[in-house]
């Protein structure tokens, strides 16, 4: 029912990308569910293996997921791992089933989980799934008690010479006391956490999350390898600008964010 999973190529490129990785000669030429099945036989030496099913889902996000149920292990992976070099579908179901069984996962799994995960061109699949399948999560930018485009304007022309070009801007449609701000590359879209649409929270507060994700149009992120820098050195030195930089971060704490990185929780990993 499901293509074997194609390693000629692919064997190629995990040796261009990855570096020297040690693949069992038993990961060419199975299908995702033998793969599976030898995950399993792996993670729970000496269990019965059960019957496996494993999917690839149109989801509009990279996430996958594995389910145990009435002995059947179903396995759904968004499809943006369809045609993925065989180690890294093998990482991946390493991922799922530890994470299952509550297990740790091998170091070099999730490595090579992550160096394909970065990888420019999946990333900009993903975006690219986005765009097409997800719904952008935002409203209109004039909130009960703040106006977004507004505060962008006016950061604009105070920080960036007014040369900032406006994505779309909006109000998250879920509250979210975590993540205060984000900036979706995808729909190209700054969005704000609407709980801080209220009278009792400072301008000051929503000027600086909004400064934050605003920084994140200047300075896009930088891949290394297995790391993702989300706030390069040039974008923390950018941040410094900001007024009342060191009052904003004690309020987006006391907002319930435990550091100022958890602003950038929010961002599509
Ligand atoms: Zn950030």
Redesign the pocket.
Known sequence: MHRPVVVGKAFTLTMLHMGPVQVESAVLFETPEEMCRRVWRTLRPGRPVPEIRVDFCPFASARSCARLRDGCLHVRISDVFEGAPAPVLEALLYLLLAKLFRLPVPAPYRHRYRLYWNRRDVRQRLHRLRRERGRKALTQPEGQVYNLSEIFDALNAKYFHGRLRRPALGWSLRPSRRVL???DAAHDAIIISRLLDRPSTPRLLVEYVMF??M??LQFPDESHGTRRQ??PPA?RQAEKAFDGLEAARRLARAFGSAEP?A??E??RR
């Open positions: 701000g984000h900036y934050h994700e920084l994140h989300v706030h974008f990185p602003l950038t929010g961002h």
